[in-house]
């Protein structure tokens, strides 16, 4: 076995498994359980949820990348320009760039939609009756569809993850 591959090849692993794993926490398990929290304190836990997972994520998702890019290249056959033309080459790169598609949609689409959401003062968040404006309804939609797309672009890495596994 070769000590180089297995060592990056676990890092890559787990540090995808904490990228990919806390977009599915959040769609499936964070913001579910907040839907069911009064408007002020879905914001509140929200707000800290969004910024905690931002700091995190700006160094996981990265890390990610790279020890992909260092496992394909030089613990892996990607190892000349030309490589990049063999189907696991081609693979290696639908991969990088949807991973990259991936962390920039999170940066461009949605983060900035949570902070849109967040800004809207509570007092135009709620309608007379206390339910949520259609501003506000407006705004979490966009974030949850933004969330959700993100799935599509791991998806797409997760298929080319077992692509690669099997040579192609
Ligand atoms: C969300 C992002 C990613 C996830 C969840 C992920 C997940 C995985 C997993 C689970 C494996 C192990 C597959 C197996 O042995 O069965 C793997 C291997 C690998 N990954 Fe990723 N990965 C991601 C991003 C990337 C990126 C961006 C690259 C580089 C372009 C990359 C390059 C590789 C390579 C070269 C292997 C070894 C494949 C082989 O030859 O067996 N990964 N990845």
Redesign the pocket.
Known sequence: MNVGVFVF?WL??IF??F??GSSMAMNFIFIPALNRLPLDKQREIGSHLGAVAERVLNVVGPV??VL??I??TVF?PIQSLDALTST?GVT?LI??IA?LA?YLWAKVQIEPALARMNAIPIDQALDADGRPSPAMLAAIGVVKRNAMLELLG?LV??TC??L??FGY
């Open positions: 090849q890559h692993v995808a498994i990228w990919f990610v990348i992909g890019v496992r394909g892996g696991y290696w991969a990088l991973a991936t791991f890495v997760f993850m077992m690669l596994r």
